[in-house]
Nanobody, 119 residues
Framework: QLVESGGGLVQPGGSLRLFCVAS????????MNWLRQAPGERIEWISG????????SYAVSVEGRFTISRDNTNNTLYLQMNNLRPEDTAVYYC??????????????RGQGTQVTVSS
């Protein structure tokens, strides 16, 4: 099970930190990812992290503004989002990779948390 939280309404230029708490599998064995889906759009992979946390990757749309990290002791995945823009408005999901690395293939996804960037 994956449960996201931390979303909300924020002004442009603001920051939010998303959380994803995992249970039911050995969290430290798997790569993890953040996805998002804007209204009327397809789900977009935006960031991934490998099992140890030492390898990360970002979509061009968020690179330099978002930071993914994980705490394997507490089975938690994070996404620090800075300098948010209205186009970042979406439902954000965490997903479990099929192996120890990150990518847009996954077998579990959380229920999502809404992020709205608006003045």
């Amino acid at each position: 099970q994956l449960v996201e939280s931390g979303g909300g309404l924020v002004q442009p230029g603001g920051s939010l930190r998303l959380f994803c708490v995992a249970s039911g599998f050995t969290f430290s064995n798997y790569g993890m990812n953040w996805l998002r889906q804007a209204p009327g759009e397809r789900i977009e992979w935006i960031s991934g992290i490998n099992w140890s946390g030492y390898a990360t990757s970002y979509a061009v749309s968020v690179e330099g503004r978002f930071t993914i990290s994980r705490d394997n002791t507490n089975n938690t995945l994070y996404l620090q989002m800075n300098n948010l823009r209205p186009e970042d408005t979406a439902v954000y999901y965490c997903s479990k990779s099929l192996n120890s690395y990150y990518g847009d293939d996954y077998d579990y996804r959380g229920q999502g948390t809404q992020v709205t960037v608006s003045s």
